[in-house]
């Protein structure tokens, strides 16, 4: 058991591990999600200046018609003056200022068209730009991306790695359990009533701390969650931290929520120390559970930490209101939700008052019990209205158009809290109330008595059970229920030992390769040497066998004659020997430097081949994502010709009415200079007659 409790904080300590390196994770998507937004930022102003251009042009379609209707109230006093038959003086005087007029509005035109030109090239450089750097921001982008999808698939997999070792090891404890409960059961029959009775309480309440400690690990989590994303929203609305200033007591709140792990940790950790203290060894009951106290005092702590964060709360929902786009139906689900924390801190506040009778036991345990069951009810209906009227402002402020994604999210992830801790106080307050018998029973009573048993009593009965529980350890010698705990140590070191580094793994492969190169050498070698003994042995041979027929064929002549001759035969033996052994040295030595040149080769290209087979893996990679890079960009660059297509058409349409206009204006100029003429001429004629 203490082996799988090892385990068992081990796995708990590396899930904590992993939920830290996932907040990193969170961030770093988060921050991507910051640039996303940023770059659609940009488009969005981009869109603007399109807009504004052709707000420009609107308006230089307005002054066209200003100039159209402006040359038919010229051309009607044109009409009036020939009606009215003014002197030719007058007349002179109309077309000089016509023709003034005329050329105002030409010079106009021109400057119009010029700054159309300037701004049509100001946003073709601005739109290079901006196409430019979000280019590279979607490089960055897909980079971060890929080396975050890379990390979650890594942690996804040890995650559920862990989870199923958990599973595992929580299965085999749980079948220990009940091995060991019914080895308990089956060797302690001697024991009288009230031992029976112990152990039946002390299991159950082994069973039912468990269980509470459980749900007590899911509300610490749902609380940390909830405050933690309550201080991401106040850096992002009303005001956004990374572009504005938010409002000191804003500044305050996050302060105090990012303080929220310690007030809300050692609750977890001081239910841990309660459920470790109810053992076998303690009677479970109010007078003997020293370690409620400490749970008492931690929940007064957190209970102190709401009512001081309160008023900024309250407050805060007060500067939300009084935002520009606060719409009347925002305003009155930001009083509701006043209402619902005030009404979640006051519960938490009976709750605070009853744990702490509950820490200090008197006979009204039972009163108290029960009005505890009814107080944890109180607090499940009061978190869940708070997720409603939440969940009905998230609706609303998605509508508001000012809203961003950054703060979707962020809402999203604070109503997923809410809704773990609705369940989660739910879950509790349903365990409570199932388990209130339990709870509020009188504890253990001795044989034929009606009162409780008191600390002494149950001290005295503690003895007396460890006294017979060691006389039947003496007699019967049990067996191991589990792997001893050096044992265990061993395993594990040889286990750690095993699981070595990338960088071991990868020095223990290039000296494995250098020792195969070593070996095969000295494989080369001692072939190279065989080959050369079998070769010694057979000359030998064949020089034995010859002297041995020179000896037999001079059998017949004298002494003097055969030592002769075979002194001097052996010594050009041995003058030959000697020139075949200085061959075969030179022979060997060439070759055995040939071997080790051709294995350091073979190495290299080894090596050489792994490097680039990771380097065309690679590049494969990076072939990939510069296609949908290009396919990508090729969409955006059509969209774009097509944008400058019908800009320039728009622009050649606005051009060709200009001439047109401007063609009808001096045909109508001609048209009345001919007309002006023709008046000069009868202004003349009659001229003449009058004198005449």
């Known amino acids: 058991q203490t082996f799988l409790d090892l385990n068992l904080k081990y796995i708990k300590k590396e899930l904590t591990q992993l939920r830290a390196q996932n907040q990193v994770l969170k961030k770093a998507v988060v921050d991507e999600q910051a640039n996303s937004a940023s770059l659609k930022e940009q488009l969005k102003q981009r869109d603007q200046s399109l807009r504004k251009q052709e707000q420009e042009m609107d308006s230089l379609s307005f002054r066209n018609q200003q100039l159209a209707k402006r040359v038919e109230l010229l051309q009607e006093e044109l009409a009036a003056s020939e009606a009215k038959g003014k002197k030719g003086k007058h007349g002179l005087q109309t077309q000089s200022v016509f023709d003034e007029d005329l050329q105002k509005k030409i010079e106009e035109n021109e400057r119009l068209h010029i700054q159309f030109y300037e701004a049509d090239e100001q946003h ?19 980079q971060h991306q890929a080396v975050v999808d890379g ?3 890594k942690y996804a997999e040890t995650i559920e790695r862990l989870q199923s070792d958990k599973a595992r090891l929580e299965v085999k404890a ?37 269980q509470a400690m459980s749900f007590i690990q899911d509300l610490v989590a749902a609380l940390l969650n909830f405050h933690s994303y309550t201080e991401q929203r106040v850096h992002i609305y009303p005001l956004d931290s990374s572009i504005e200033t938010i409002s000191p007591l804003n500044q305050k709140f996050s302060q105090y929520l990012h ?29 003997t559970v020293i370690k409620l106290k400490n749970f008492a005092v931690n929940f007064s702590s957190y209970t102190h930490f709401l009512q001081k964060i309160l008023p900024y709360q309250l407050k805060s929902l007060e500067e939300e209101c009084e935002a520009p786009l606060c719409t009347a139906a925002l305003n009155a689900k930001n009083q509701e939700l006043q209402s619902d924390i005030k009404r979640v801190t006051s519960v938490f506040e009976k709750l605070q008052n009853y744990i702490n009778l509950l820490a200090l036991p008197s006979r009204l345990s039972h009163t108290v019990f029960t009005q505890l069951a009814a107080c ?39 109503l997923g809290s809410l809704g773990s801790l609705t369940s989660c106080t739910g879950k509790i307050a349903t365990f409570f109330s199932n388990n209130l018998d339990f709870f509020t029973s009188s504890g253990y009573s001795p044989r034929g008595s009606t009162a409780a048993l008191n600390p002494v009593q149950a001290e005295s009965m503690l003895a007396n059970k460890k006294k017979a529980t060691a ?15 050096r044992e265990a140590l061993s395993n594990r070191r040889i286990l750690t030992s095993s699981t070595e580094s990338r960088e071991g793994l990868t020095q223990q492969v290039q000296q494995s390769q250098e020792k195969i190169a070593r070996l095969e050498q000295e494989k080369e070698h001692w072939l190279l040497e065989a080959q050369l003994g079998k070769v010694r042995l057979e000359k030998e041979n064949q020089r034995i066998a010859e002297l041995e027929a020179q000896l037999a064929a001079a059998l017949g002549g004298s002494l003097n004659s055969i030592t002769k001759s075979s002194v001097a035969e052996c010594l050009c033996l041995t003058l030959q020997v000697g020139d075949e052994e200085s061959r075969e040295q030179l022979i060997k030595s060439h070759y055995m430097a040939r071997v080790g ?32 890079s290009r396919e990508t960009f090729s969409e955006e660059v059509k969209l774009a010709n097509q944008n400058i297509t019908r800009l ?37 004629t009659l001229k003449m007659g009058s004198k005449v």
């Open 259 to 287: 303080e929220n792990a310690a007030y809300v940790r050692p609750l977890e950790d001081s239910f841990l120390q309660l459920y470790q203290s109810i053992t076998e060894d303690t009677v479970t009951v109010l007078e």
């Open 471 to 485: 006389y039947i350890q003496a007699v019967k010698k049990a067996k191991p229920q589990s792997v001893p705990y």
């Open 124 to 142: 073709k450089k601005t739109e290079a730009e901006l196409r430019e750097r979000l280019e590279k921001l979607e490089k960055d982008a897909e």
């Open 151 to 153: 990390l979650t698939t």
């Open 648 to 684: 320039q058409d728009e622009l050649a349409t606005t051009k060709r009415s200009y001439e047109d206009q401007l063609s009808m204006m001096s045909d109508h100029l001609c048209s009345m200079n001919e007309t002006l003429s023709k008046q000069r001429e009868e202004i003349d």
């Open 597 to 628: 040149e051709l294995t350091t080769q073979l190495q290299i290209s080894d090596s050489k081949a792994v490097h680039f087979h990771s380097e065309c893996r690679a590049l494969a990679k990076r072939l990939a994502i510069a296609e949908k």
């Open 174 to 210: 749980q079948t220990l359990e009940r091995e060991a409960k019914e080895c308990r059961m089956r060797t302690e029959d001697w024991d009288n009533t009230l031992s029976c009775l112990y152990l039946e309480r002390v299991l159950k309440a082994r069973d039912v701390a468990g």
């Open 376 to 414: 944890l009810h109180s607090l499940h209906d009061a978190i869940k209205e708070m997720s409603k009227h939440y969940n009905q402002k998230a609706v609303i402020e998605r509508e508001l158009p000012t809203v961003t994604q950054k703060l979707c999210t962020t809402t999203e992830c604070l």
